[in-house]
Nanobody, 121 residues
């Protein structure tokens, strides 16, 4: 059973940066594509970024392209999301997930509990 634990969330001001981390326990994630999603209050969970097993390919939502970077360290069994130039619209609970390389949340098998990111204007 894979367990994912996110960390690094917090309260920041618009324009600031945050780095989220997702640590996996249990079977190694080095063989699994990963993704990040977020859910804002009153909204559905939305795709943010995804990365292949090797880390060579990534894909981003248009709303974060150029500002966010997903990366992974298979030796440490971690995935990170570097978030720069944060905006109030980036506020939400951020989840990491393991399973596929793609935008569809239904394709991911394992999910973390989420970490809150709040961006004030």
């Amino acid at each position: 059973q894979v367990q994912l634990v996110e960390s690094g969330g917090g309260l920041v001001q618009a324009g600031d940066s945050l780095r989220l981390s997702c640590a996996a326990s249990g079977p190694t994630l080095s063989s699994s594509p990963m993704g990040w999603f977020r859910q804002a209050p009153g909204k559905e969970r939305e795709f943010i970024a995804t990365i292949t097993t090797s880390g060579r390919m990534t894909e981003y939502a248009e709303s974060v392209k150029g500002r966010f970077t997903i990366s992974r360290d298979n030796a440490k069994n971690t995935v990170a999301l570097q978030m720069n130039s944060l905006k109030p619209d980036d506020t939400g609970v951020y989840y990491c997930a393991a399973g596929i390389y793609g935008r569809w949340s239904t394709g991911y098998k394992y999910w973390g509990q989420g970490t809150q990111v709040t961006v004030s204007s």
